[in-house]
């Protein structure tokens, strides 16, 4: 077991494979961001021996991440590969959905059972002016593909702007009366390059307070995916609602996770800028000794909490740079 300085249980880890993306989304990856060189990201190999040295220290869930995870070539191969370790491992993704329609059934035959789609608004106009993309159907229809196919579990990932998105938050509770899958509200984070507000946050109690009273009893439920989020089911409902509360109700606690860039950056917190270089150590002669030296060296550098909102300024790397 990997236990941090503060008795945490870190068992999940968040590998970017890429920082490339097809959108531009408001909050995550501005226009004017430069991508790394192909020579500069983990290759599949590098990242299936990552997976394979922190599968043998404890760590049980992986998420492949981006960018886009699907802009990557042989993205199923790879995930074949992870499969092919024979590890006990939940492995799940993130995705933006664009691609998901194409990539779907080979992934679900590959062994990915979870998939988490990032999707802010359910109008054709307003996505555009979010993600500088005119392919909202296309999302729609991954999302129709996923469900139809059957994965173990399928989530929505909204991140609440004041102003822009949160007009539909009744839209989207109603996609998870009527569908097996599980829409999550996710506070606006000041994380990296995004232009962020604090009076443009939603507040997830806000959110659940109005649920309350629209629908009374309002049933929390167990979530799945080893994540911060808390997850509920309403009268007659399908799927259910969750929210992720990094800003308002941050679970630095209950902290379980890891991160690594695309370029092999070890983080032990989002919030934090503190690295280290994992990609020397998986290029070393020696590599699982190395890969072990950093993973334990970044574990005692994992904060014990984030940010402080009265003092946060915005330094750092975009969402999209550090993996989602």
């Not at 996923?146 to 994965?151: C, K, N, S």
Request: aromatic share 6%; proline share 4%.
């Amino acid at each position: 077991m990997l236990i941090d300085s503060f008795g945490r249980n870190i068992d999940y880890l968040r590998l970017s494979i890429t920082d490339r993306c097809n959108l531009s989304c408001l909050y995550c990856s501005p226009k004017e961001i430069q991508w790394q060189r192909k020579g500069e990201i983990l290759s599949y190999e590098e990242m299936v021996i990552l997976i394979d040295i922190v599968a043998s220290m404890g760590v049980t869930r992986i998420r492949l991440t981006g960018g886009e995870p699907l802009l990557r070539r042989d993205f199923v191969p790879f995930v074949e590969q992870i499969k092919m370790l024979g590890k006990s491992l939940d492995l799940s993704m993130t995705t933006n959905g664009i691609l998901l329609s194409g990539f779907a059934e080979g992934l679900l035959r590959a062994g990915m059972k979870r998939i988490n789609i990032s999707l802010d608004t359910l109008d054709e106009e307003k996505y555009e002016r979010i993600t500088g993309s005119k392919a909202h159907s296309r999302v729609l229809d991954g999302i129709e593909t996923a469900l139809r196919l059957g994965f173990d579990s399928l989530k929505v990932n909204v991140v609440l702007v004041k102003g822009l998105n949160d007009d539909e938050i009744d839209s989207f509770v109603h996609m998870a009366e009527s569908k097996p899958l599980t829409v999550r509200f996710i506070e606006f984070m000041p994380a990296g390059l995004a232009n962020w507000d604090r009076n443009r946050l939603v507040p997830s109690e806000r959110i659940l307070q109005g649920l309350r009273k629209r629908y009374g009893h309002v049933e929390q439920v167990a979530t799945d995916g080893g994540g911060p989020a808390l997850d509920y089911r309403l009268p007659g409902m399908v799927g259910r609602v969750g929210f992720i509360s990094s800003v308002t109700e941050p679970s630095c606690a209950t902290c379980n996770r890891l991160r690594v860039t695309a370029e092999g950056k070890l983080r032990p917190c989002l919030f934090s800028e503190i690295e280290f270089d994992i990609k020397t150590a998986l290029r070393a002669s020696n590599v699982e000794d190395e890969v072990r030296m950093v993973i334990l060296e970044a574990l005692r550098a994992k904060p014990k909490g984030h940010f402080h909102l009265d003092s946060y300024e915005q330094t750092g790397r975009p969402m999209a740079q550090i993996g989602g």
